[in-house]
Nanobody, 116 residues
Framework: QVQLVESGGGLVQAGGSLRLSCAAS????????MGWYRQAPGKQRELVAD???????NYANSVKGRFTISRDNAKNTVYLQMNSLKPEDTAIYYC??????????WGRGTQVTVSS
């Protein structure tokens, strides 16, 4: 199974920016979807954004216009650029890899805290 490692989380003031990275442990040669999810205390994990091998993207309404997901297939890495951060963006952010016919792979998460 592919291992995913997130990085780039931290503490930032409202209005600031962070860039998250998620690196896969090996090349993924099949069509796949890589996504970012988040879970705030007391809430369910929710989709933030995902991106397919070909580059098509999908965003949660709450982050449209502020967050941008991208991927570098040569580096087996997906990124999440987060701008205009709000306190309600505070959560643990997880990376997920979906390949049809295989179990999903999840990273361990990275904490993002936005202070008001």
């Amino acid at each position: 199974q592919v291992q995913l490692v997130e990085s780039g989380g931290g503490l930032v003031q409202a209005g600031g920016s962070l860039r998250l990275s998620c690196a896969a442990s090996r090349s993924i040669f099949t069509v796949n979807v890589m996504g970012w999810y988040r879970q705030a205390p007391g809430k369910q994990r929710e989709l933030v954004a995902d991106i397919r091998t070909g580059g098509s993207t999908n965003y949660a309404n709450s982050v449209k216009g502020r967050f941008t997901i991208s991927r570098d297939n040569a580096k087996n890495t997906v990124y999440l650029q987060m701008n205009s951060l709000k306190p309600e963006d505070t959560a643990i952010y997880y990376c997920k890899l979906t390949v049809a016919g295989f179990p999903d792979s999840w990273g361990r998460g990275t904490q993002v805290t936005v202070s008001s």
